[in-house]
């Protein structure tokens, strides 16, 4: 079993940025692909990063350029910063985690985090 916790989000003004944790715990990190999602009020859950355990990062087209996504395998912490942020990037934000494998759809990844809140304002 992986928990995971996010932390970091906030309310911001549009432009601004924001690090978004994700924490685990329970089993080692290191060959697991983590990633990033949100889901906007009355939106489908989409898919915004991940980063594989090998180090191969992949990004929405919609972040690609002010985002990014880390990893600290040491600390079990995977990060999304997030630059320039904009209205349309208001959602709860999720990371999410599957064993040895990779993908942008969310039913692929068996652990999921509570989410946390970011809101842009213009």
């Known amino acids: 079993q992986v928990q995971l916790v996010e932390s970091g989000g906030e309310s911001v003004q549009a432009g601004a940025s924001l690090k978004l944790s994700c924490k685990a715990s329970g089993r080692v ?4 692909t983590v990633g ?26 919609s972040v690609r350029g002010r ?7 040491a600390e079990n ?9 904009k209205p349309e990037d208001t959602a709860v934000y999720y990371c999410a985690a599957v064993l040895t494998a990779w993908s942008i759809e969310a039913g692929e990844y068996d652990y999921w985090g509570q989410g946390t809140q970011v809101t842009v304002s213009s």
């Open 77 to 85: 912490t995977v990060f999304l910063q997030m630059n320039r942020l």
């Open 29 to 32: 990190f290191i060959n697991y």
């Open 67 to 73: 985002f990014t996504v880390s990893r600290d395998n």
């Open 36 to 61: 990033w999602f949100r889901q906007a009020p009355g939106k489908d859950r989409e898919f915004v990063s991940f980063e594989n355990w090998i180090g191969v990062r992949k990004y929405a087209d």
